[in-house]
């Protein structure tokens, strides 16, 4: 064992280093959190309200004061206007927005409730409901945890199923099917066959192995199995994504005028950081040195985190403006119009680190004509030989080989193998399993699933 002295050197990073890259990657609702917990740590800190937000907080005040000095008379009609108001709000279910399947569901029931133990069962019902909309109890843990008969058990679950959306309350995919085909005006015995029997050759589009089965024109068949396609597999679904709906407020705005465009950044989202001037004035009077040294500790901090934040701003706009100026063709003519671009192709053009580009455009979104977009969205690997010319951004792959299936003999569909040969024909070189992944990912079946018969 020995002892040795070697020198070496290293990159360490700064408290306050850390907290600018951390202000930096946060997008507009992260940053108001945090310019509101400062202001809730450091007294040095106050938020500035827009003028936005000072007309609207007049406006209020104005309303207040109008009201006090109105008579009566005047007050009684606002509170039965209100009242009203509320009441048409509570009453108009369909009106509200934010309703979940569970309480959709279950106000269609409550009416058919002839007591309060039926209002237990039925609410149990629509909570045991999934985000697909179908039923994750049967009708024996039912009886289990009610103490039911199996008739009462399968009366309710009958009662939930003939709520809307159809097809809710279901046990699985055959019966949330057949409960939709059930709904159906006439009779659709062959319809109902094949959800029965013969679901997973639907599923393969083995259109003349179900003919086969069933004993019926192969035209007979197709109609059949297109009406079921046409039905909804998870009709819980436009509920479920309303439940999970955040809303976007966009970190830059891109506007295109006639010959260039102008990036604005969207710094009104979240509040703005001042100096309270207070503590400042008792950092000029004040003899203690033990007071001044805490106001001027906090004053350091509130000014470093006011620079991180302006910072942020200026790196994101240069960020954006290079996005845009790599990217013309999309904010030009729209999507589709993408061309391959890396974090380090925009690094080099700023002559900033990769890093910095990754938490400039972390979570972040940009509005401009064409919608709303996540960031990132505008960098997409090439597939393809980088280097040449033939190289394409998936979403290009893809709506090549859409092109492709859409012109194919139906009849006689390509396979995988032979769209890879369409695109190199095209000036595309990529392998079969890339085909298979972007066809996929596009919503195409394989050839067997889109060969149509007869």
Not at 72 to 81: D, F, I, L, S, T
Not at 226 to 241: D, H, T, V
Not at 363 to 389: D, R
Not at 414 to 428: P, R
Request: with cysteine; glycine share 6%; net charge negative.
């Amino acid at each position: 064992m020995d002892m040795k002295l070697s020198a070496t050197q290293k990159q360490t990073l700064s408290p306050r280093m850390i907290q600018s890259a951390e202000i930096l990657q946060m997008n507009n609702q992260e940053l108001e959190a945090f310019v509101k917990e400062q202001e809730m740590e450091n007294p040095l800190v106050e938020i500035e309200h827009t003028r936005e937000e000072t007309d609207r907080m007049s406006d209020i005040q104005r309303k207040l004061e109008w009201l006090n000095a109105t008579d009566e008379q005047n007050r009684v009609y606002y509170g039965a206007e209100r009242d009203e108001a509320r009441e048409n709000g509570e009453w108009n279910v369909a009106a509200r927005e934010d309703e979940t399947l569970t309480e959709y569901v279950y106000s269609q029931m409550t009416p058919l409730c002839r007591d309060q133990r039926e209002e237990e069962v039925l609410y149990y019902l629509a909570n045991s409901l999934d985000s697909r909309g179908y039923l994750e109890e049967d009708a024996d843990a039912l009886c289990r945890r009610f103490g039911l008969t199996e008739f009462e058990a399968v009366s309710y679950i009958e009662m939930l199923q003939s709520a809307e959306p159809a097809g809710v309350g279901a046990r699985d995919l055959a019966e949330c099917l057949s409960l939709q085909l059930d709904r159906m005006p006439g009779d659709l015995p062959v319809a109902k066959r094949i959800v029965r029997d013969c679901l997973e050759l639907l599923g393969r589009n083995q259109i003349h192995k179900i003919a086969a089965v069933l004993d019926i024109s192969l035209d007979d068949a197709r109609k059949n199995c297109e009406l079921i396609r046409s039905l909804n597999p998870k009709p819980g679904n436009g509920f479920s994504s309303r439940e999970n709906l955040h809303y976007i407020r966009p970190d830059v705005t891109v506007v295109k005028f006639e010959d260039y465009f102008q990036i604005l950044l969207n710094d009104n989202a979240y509040p703005k950081m001042g100096i309270n001037g207070y503590y400042c004035q008792m950092l000029k009077e004040d003899n203690s040195d033990e007071t001044k040294e805490y106001i001027s500790n906090k004053l350091r901090q509130a000014e470093w985190v006011m620079n991180c934040i302006t910072q942020r701003g200026s790196t994101l706009t240069k960020v954006t403006e290079t996005i845009v100026r790599l990217q013309q063709s999309f904010f030009e003519n729209g999507p589709g119009n993408r061309r391959p671009l890396r974090l380090q192709d925009v690094a080099n053009e700023l002559d900033i680190h990769e890093s910095t580009v990754s938490r400039a455009v972390r979570g972040k979104y940009l509005q401009c004509p064409w919608g709303i977009y996540p960031l990132n969205y505008f960098f997409s690997k090439a597939v393809g030989n980088p280097e040449t010319e033939s190289a394409q951004t998936p979403e290009k792959i893809q709506e090549y080989i859409r092109e492709i299936v859409q012109r194919e003999d139906k009849h006689r569909p390509l396979s995988d193998q032979k769209i890879c040969e369409k695109l190199t024909e095209m000036g595309v070189s990529v392998s079969r399993r890339t085909v298979a992944k972007y066809r996929g990912g596009i919503g195409l079946p394989n050839a067997d699933g889109r060969k149509v018969f007869g």
